[in-house]
Every structure is written in structure tokens, then in C-alpha cells.
């Protein structure tokens, strides 16, 4: 496959999966970016994560990040506490409503991927995983 084809099925995925919206999830009255529900995924999955953490496995720029947070804050889905043996390292967690989201979000995603799937026989869907896992694990190769 040509690079250039292979680049556009990339930006045709990106479309479809509507990650170049401003907004990527609506829980309740909330709007959250992709970024942002990338945040509460992840913390939401690891016990007691630290900002840094979570910044790095997303691949986000620090400052970028603490604006996130902030603003994740102010919408009362995630705390920030000092840890107790650094006090310079936050530890991220959900609060009750960020949990609500988490859920709500995993819900949303799971609903529309099943959708999809619903399109494929069973060999299709597990090809279709197993070439996405296989691509990770190659980026993650590419990366490190």
C-alpha cells in the first residue's frame, strides 16, 4: 500500500471516529473535548496516577495538560492532591461526577463501536483488532 493511500485512510478514520471535533463526548450538560475524555479514560483505568504520568502516556506537552486539568476541575469530574510523600507530584483521581462520566463515555464509545462491528462477521472484527493491536505495538516499537 502506498504511503499517501495509507495516510488517507488515517485522516478517514480520524473523521469517521470524529476526533477532529471540538467536541468529542456529551455526559449530561458537559461537553468534553477528546482530550478530554483521553484524560478521564486514563485516569479512570490506573490507581492513583500522577499528572505526569498521564501527560506522558497521552503524549500531551505538561503546560497543555494542566490546563486540561484545571478545566476538568472546574467541572468537577477530577481532583488534584498533592502526594503525600512529594509534595512537588499531583495525584489525579474522579471525582463521583468523573466517574459518572468515565462510565458514561466507555458506554457512548462501546455503543458506537459495536455499531460498526455489527457490519462485519466475527473472523472481520477480530482481523480488524488484532491488525489495530499489531499497529500499537509497532508504534509503540517506532516510539520508544
Not at 43 to 63: C, K, N, Y
Request: aromatic letters at 4%; a negative charge; charged letters at 25%.
Amino acid at each position: 500500500m502506498e504511503n499517501a493511500n495509507a495516510r488517507e485512510l488515517f485522516h478517514i478514520l480520524n473523521r469517521r471516529f470524529s476526533l477532529l471535533n471540538k467536541t468529542c463526548c456529551k455526559v449530561g450538560d458537559l461537553d468534553l473535548s477528546s482530550v478530554q475524555s483521553h484524560i478521564v479514560f486514563e485516569v479512570d483505568r490506573r490507581h492513583q496516577p500522577s499528572m505526569q504520568q498521564i501527560a506522558e502516556t497521552l503524549g500531551v506537552d505538561i503546560t497543555t495538560f494542566s490546563r486540561q486539568v484545571q478545566t476538568l476541575i472546574k467541572m468537577n469530574l477530577l481532583k488534584k492532591t498533592p502526594d503525600a510523600a512529594d509534595r512537588r507530584v499531583y495525584i489525579l483521581s474522579l471525582t463521583t461526577e468523573g466517574k459518572i462520566a468515565a462510565d458514561s463515555i466507555d458506554h457512548q464509545m462501546n455503543t458506537q463501536l459495536d455499531e460498526i462491528f455489527s457490519h462485519m462477521s466475527e473472523f472481520e472484527k477480530e482481523t480488524v483488532l488484532r491488525s489495530i493491536q499489531l499497529m500499537n505495538d509497532c508504534m509503540e516499537k517506532h516510539s520508544g
